[in-house]
Nanobody, 120 residues
Framework: VQLVESGGGLVQAGGSLRLSCASA????????MGWYRQAPGKERELVAG???????YYVDSVKGRFTISRDNAKNTLYLQMNSLKPEDTAMYYC???????????????WGQGTMVTVSS
């Protein structure tokens, strides 16, 4: 599975961005997918995950602000980010999980990342 993210950028606090992740693999529709982020000097953090059937999970800090979705026909994963905060600033990575568990230490593939910067 090859993953390529896009959609990052610089936005003011309160603004929105939509991240996309295109997959070149043919097994995208069968994979549990997700987004994680890493801010400078901090550990990786799982942001959101979605099962092949569309069940979504969110870390508490983004609940109500972020929405993860997938289009299996287009082999594409999305992350709609609203009401962005400066603390959301990080490199965001798309990931394919090895199994059904959202374990960022058990990935089949990840992308190169797309930077999100939220100014105050």
């Amino acid at each position: 599975v090859q993953l390529v993210e896009s959609g990052g950028g610089l936005v003011q606090a309160g603004g929105s961005l939509r991240l996309s992740c295109a997959s070149a693999g043919s097994i995208f529709s069968m994979k549990t997918m997700g987004w994680y982020r890493q801010a400078p000097g901090k550990e990786r953090e799982l942001v959101a995950g979605i099962s092949s059937g569309g069940t979504a999970y969110y870390v508490d800090s983004v609940k109500g602000r972020f929405t993860i979705s997938r289009d299996n026909a287009k082999n594409t994963l999305y992350l709609q980010m609203n009401s962005l905060k400066p603390e959301d600033t990080a490199m965001y990575y798309c990931a394919a999980f090895q199994g059904y568990v959202l374990d960022i230490n058990a990935l089949d593939a990840w992308g190169q990342g797309t930077m999100v910067t939220v100014s105050s």
